[in-house]
């Protein structure tokens, strides 16, 4: 059973960036299609960004396309969230999820495995 911990989320302005990653400490990710969602107060967790088990296919949600990258290194278990020119909307606990021999989950119903949450706040 995976144990997924998110870290570098933060407080930023707008126009910044951060880089978000997700790790366990135990087993290989290889054998997961993985993804990050968002969460923002008194809204539904909503779809950031998927990543096929070995990287070769992505996808990404259509208000984060171009700014955000979604990428893994299976070798470190890592996956990881760079997000660039950050907006005030993107404020939000962001979580990663992970889907065992996945193809390209988008929906929160498809993963099984979720993360405790990194929280990220982008002032104006």
């Known amino acids: 059973q995976l144990q997924l911990v998110e870290s570098g989320g933060g407080l930023v302005q707008a126009g910044d960036s951060l880089l978000l990653s997700c790790a366990d400490s135990?087993?290989?990710?290889?054998?997961?299609?993985m993804g990050w969602f968002r969460q923002a107060p008194g809204m539904e967790r909503e779809f950031v960004s998927a990543?096929?088990?070995?990287?070769?296919?992505?996808k990404y949600a259509d208000s984060v396309k171009g700014r955000f990258t979604i990428s893994r290194d299976n070798g470190k278990n890592t996956l990881f969230l760079q997000m660039n020119t950050l907006k005030p909307e993107d404020t939000a606990v962001y979580y990663c999820?992970?889907?065992?021999?996945?193809?390209?989950?988008?929906?929160?119903?498809?993963?099984?495995?979720w993360g405790q949450g990194t929280q990220v706040t982008v002032s104006s």
């Open positions: 990543i096929s088990r070995f990287g070769r296919n992505t």
């Open positions: 135990g087993r290989s990710l290889s054998d997961y299609a």
């Open positions: 999820a992970a889907q065992r021999y996945g193809i390209l989950p988008v929906t929160p119903r498809e993963f099984e495995y």
